[in-house]
């Protein structure tokens, strides 16, 4: 069995089938299903984190930057 993305989970039967034994299989299947099914929307999630991300790491290079031209203007006027 592989893991990763090429994992794959296959479930076959008709809904007897799901229903024998009160429904364990089908109690065992809902949340293998909501769970991929949740995927992608945790995908766009952490897609938008990287970006906010970006964003403050950028606003602190730009922060440094300028706090560094401030103290090289007040040595230089020094």
């Given at each position: 069995m592989t893991s990763g993305p090429d994992q794959r989970l296959?479930?076959?039967?008709d809904e007897e089938e799901y229903k024998i034994g009160g429904g364990i299989i089908g109690e065992l299947r809902d949340p293998v299903i909501r769970a991929m099914s949740a995927t992608k929307e945790f995908?766009?999630?952490?897609?938008?984190?990287?970006?906010?991300?970006?964003?403050?790491?950028?606003?602190?290079?730009?922060?440094?930057?300028?706090?560094?031209?401030?103290?090289?203007?007040?040595?230089?006027?020094?």
């Open positions: 296959f479930l076959i039967g995908d766009d999630l952490d897609q938008i984190e990287e970006q906010e991300d970006a964003e403050r790491e950028l606003q602190e290079a730009e922060r440094k930057r300028q706090e560094e031209i401030e103290k090289l203007e007040k040595d230089v006027s020094s």
